[in-house]
């Protein structure tokens, strides 16, 4: 009985001094907005804060923001609960805000207290002013000793957004804001029609490069504020100096929250490329000044698109009809009975064998065997295919002329020749269908789930001129390219009409220069699908889409080069599985460039690059004369000998000077490329790998314009003015190219520091103009291949020099 009575008290008295430890006094005090009040906390202690505001006071209808500080350790943190009514959100103080380097404690906050605006909507109309209720904050810790805090309630500022109303504000990363904007509020001005209130653009810019979210938020309650939940909701993006976005109200149509949260470090728009710094730098404020525009209207759009389609059209009419009376009037048909009877007769390939035997110790020394050809004679029977193929296996013949003509290059039937160049086109077509394809599908994908998710990092659009219609969230950059698309189709037309009055094989063989149609259809094409590719790419740019931007300016450069090469080498030109077999050695180059651009990839590229240089002079030098094979130690030494005592100059004086001239020159360029490559390691490899088809392409331009001068030969006024009309384009073209408004090879939020806004119609920037001069440059760059030696239509091939 003692023993039970005795363990009874024990148990009583251990209760009591468990309660004792537990017991903590809640406290309740009031406060008004605006003042700030200190109070200590600890384990024991609860405070129960009510902040009011006066009724009177014009602010009332504005949401509630809390600040407050503390020296609280993370081991026992503060813990605050701010709710009213139905809304509530809580932290803890110090704040940890995870970071690229690890966790950063911030010891204080300023959160602004959500309300429910769809209520107010649904019961105040459009005024959207409801009175906002008491708000009260509960404060505890787990800390043993006495906690230092200090609170403050006020009215969130300018809240509520107006257009065209610029505003400034502060963040940190513990310090987040957000304002509300309602397109209801444009009710009054859709019957101006001047702008399109149903969709505004978003203007943020700062003045450091402090690295922020900026999220488009529903008006619904709770407001994800804080660096770990910012991106679960609505339109986000990362922003340092410069930002924007389009706001349709069909997405919105109560309304939306601009949500703005600071980063602890800068790597999410930089990737590591700042300054330490900036990732380090503690002190975070970040100013930020905030305006909303209306976008463009419906109307707009149409007379955009109409005035482009018409601008085209007009093209058509004004370049396309007296261009066909000019064909019809000035040109002779290339035609048999067109041809003046005292023409020379084309010179016949005389094959001399010389063979040179000598015994030395009863041994025969190898046969040399020399072939030349001599223009005398009969012409040649082009029917007699048995001795042309003959001709055509023996290189020697080719070597032996100092100076070629046509003739001597072009042996081999019309036919034959048409028929390679068709698979040009063929090889085209074919490229263009399997690589547009996935592109195409690619790229839709892409805005599938940029419109799905909202990660306006995803695709590299100039946010301040980025116009919607439909899906697509940047029309006006997609439609541009409709030049590129329309002006293909014309050459296509122009080369067809061409074509079908030279049908006279007989005149073929003899006049003019071979004019291989299958390559003039395959560059039309290729026209045609860079509008298409350069479209797919912009549907969402980005630094893994823009070489489909770039892979048809390589097939165009190519192309363009290999026409020139053939108008005077018909015969032993790269074929088109050769073209495009290098082609795709570049695209696949290009690609493994983009993602993997490192000092070895460059110096592997540079090494590659001088020895294609290397083999490509030679065989052009030799006329495709001269193979790997031919390289011997005795040949060598054979032909310096012979080169010797022929006259030592001989031994280092070039054989062909033209040909000479054009590799010495294409060489330093290349070379000057590839010394530029290795010294500054190009991030942006693909307009690198451009440039260089393009540098050798315009060289091998201007040589052969000059070639045709010092030849006695003429440009037609018809072709000059094309030319000119193509580097007036190209250099204006070249000037909005380089003004950019988005950089790829950067990150998302510092491209978005070259957005300017639309410069033409309120509808195209200087990418789109781009567009359009480059489109229209290709297009008169084609007609100056397509007429450069119209003024040998009717001039014999033994009159026709090569170079």
């Known amino acids: 009985m003692h023993r039970l009575l005795l363990f009874s008290v024990l148990f009583l008295l251990t209760c009591c001094s468990v309660n004792a430890q537990n017991k903590y006094t809640p406290i309740y005090r009031h406060f008004t907005y605006g003042t700030n009040n200190t109070m200590m906390a600890n384990q024991y202690l609860e405070y129960i804060l009510e902040f009011s505001k006066d009724y009177d006071d014009p602010d009332i209808y504005l949401p509630p923001r809390i600040w407050i500080e503390s020296d609280a350790d993370v081991t026992a943190p503060l813990m605050i609960v701010a709710r009213q009514k139905k809304e509530m959100i809580s932290w803890q103080l110090p704040l940890e805000i995870e970071g690229t380097n690890g966790e950063t404690n911030e010891n204080y906050t300023s959160r602004t207290m959500c309300h429910d605006i769809i209520k107010q909507y649904r019961f105040a109309g459009s005024k959207m002013k409801v009175k906002q209720e008491n708000v009260i904050v509960s404060v505890t810790t787990a800390s043993v000793s006495n906690v230092s805090f200090t609170i403050r309630v006020d009215n969130q500022k300018n809240f509520t957004l107006e257009l065209n109303k610029e505003i400034e504000f502060d963040i940190t990363p513990s310090g987040p804001r957000y304002f509300f904007y309602n397109f209801t509020s444009n009710d009054t001005l859709l019957s101006k029609g001047d702008s399109n209130y149903e969709t505004v653009i978003l203007e943020v810019t700062s003045d450091d490069d402090i690295c922020m979210t900026v999220s488009i938020q529903n008006i619904s309650c709770p407001v ?11 339109f986000y993006e990362t922003v340092n100096r410069k930002g924007g976005m389009n ?173 390679k160049s068709y698979l040009y086109l063929y090889n085209v ?87 291989h149609y299958g390559l003039f259809y395959a560059m039309g094409v290729a026209l045609i699908m860079e509008g298409v590719l350069s479209a ?34 018909p015969d032993i030109n790269a074929n088109a599985y050769t073209t495009f077999g290098v082609l795709a050695v570049a695209v696949v180059l290009a690609m493994i460039g983009l993602l993997e651009g490192n000092v070895y990839f460059w110096t592997l590229f540079v090494i590659l690059y001088i020895l294609m240089c290397f083999y490509l002079s030679v065989k052009i030098y030799y006329m495709g004369c001269w193979s790997v094979r ?167 091939h033994s009159q026709i020099p090569v170079f």
């Open 536 to 569: 797919s790419y912009h549907v969402c740019p980005n630094f893994l889409n823009f070489q489909f931007d770039s892979s048809f300016m390589y097939v165009m450069a190519v192309l363009c080069m290999v026409k020139l090469y053939q108008n005077r080498h």
């Open 429 to 515: 077509v074919t490229v263009a269908i399997f690589y547009a394809l996935p592109v195409i599908q690619l790229v839709i994908t892409y805005q599938r789930v940029l419109n799905e998710t909202g990660q306006q990092d995803l695709c590299y659009y100039n946010f301040l001129c980025a116009h919607p219609l439909g899906v697509l969230g940047d029309f006006n950059h997609v439609f541009s390219n409709i030049g590129y698309v329309l002006l293909g189709v014309l050459f296509l037309i122009i080369t067809y009409l061409r074509e079908l009055s030279h049908k006279d094989d007989d005149f073929d063989r003899q006049f003019g220069i071979p004019q």
């Open 247 to 419: 706001i349709p109200k069909y997405k919105f149509p109560h309304g939306f929250y601009v949500v703005f949260v600071a980063k602890p470090d800068d790597y999410a728009c930089d990737k590591g490329s700042g300054s330490l710094d900036s990732v380090t730098n503690s002190n975070r404020l970040k100013r930020i000044k905030l305006i909303i525009k209306p976008s463009i209207t419906y109307s707009d759009y149409v007379k955009a698109v109409l005035f482009t389609l018409g601008s085209i059209g007009a093209f058509y009419i004004i370049f396309g009809l007296p261009y066909f009376i000019y064909s019809v009037k000035k040109t002779l048909p290339r035609e048999m009975a067109y041809v003046d009877g005292n023409f020379p007769t084309t010179p016949s390939a005389r094959i001399v064998r010389l063979k040179i035997s000598k015994k030395t110790n009863g041994t025969e020394m190898t046969p040399v065997q020399r072939t030349t050809s001599a223009i005398s004679g009969p012409s040649v029977d082009v029917a007699d295919f048995d001795t042309l193929a003959e001709v055509d296996t023996d290189r020697d013949l080719r070597l032996g002329r100092g100076e070629p003509y046509l003739v001597d290059l072009a042996r081999k039937h019309p036919k034959e020749l048409t028929r």
């Open 224 to 234: 994800f504020d804080t660096n770990q939940d910012v991106t679960f909701r609505g």
């Open 630 to 796: 031919d390289i011997s130690m005795q040949k060598f030494r054979q032909v310096w000998i012979y080169d010797f005592w022929s006259g030592p100059v001989n031994v280092i004086k070039p054989c062909h000077k033209a040909r000479f001239v054009l590799l010495f020159l294409g060489n330093l360029c290349n070379w000057g490329l590839a010394i530029f490559a290795i010294y500054k390691l190009p991030k942006n490899f693909p307009v690198f790998l451009l440039t260089i088809f393009m540098a050798n392409t315009l060289l091998y331009f201007v040589f052969y314009i000059v070639m045709k001068y010092i030849n006695k030969e003429s440009v037609r006024v018809l072709t000059w003015i094309f030319l000119i009309l193509s580097m007036l384009c190209a250099v204006s073209a070249m000037w909005f190219f380089l003004h950019k408004a988005i950089s790829w090879k950067r990150t998302a939020a510092q491209s978005r520091q070259f957005n300017v806004e639309c410069k033409l119609f309120h509808f195209y920037d200087s990418h789109d103009i781009w567009h359009f001069l480059s489109a229209t440059g290709m297009f008169f760059t084609f007609m100056v291949l397509l007429t450069l030696d119209d003024d040998l239509s009717h001039t014999h």
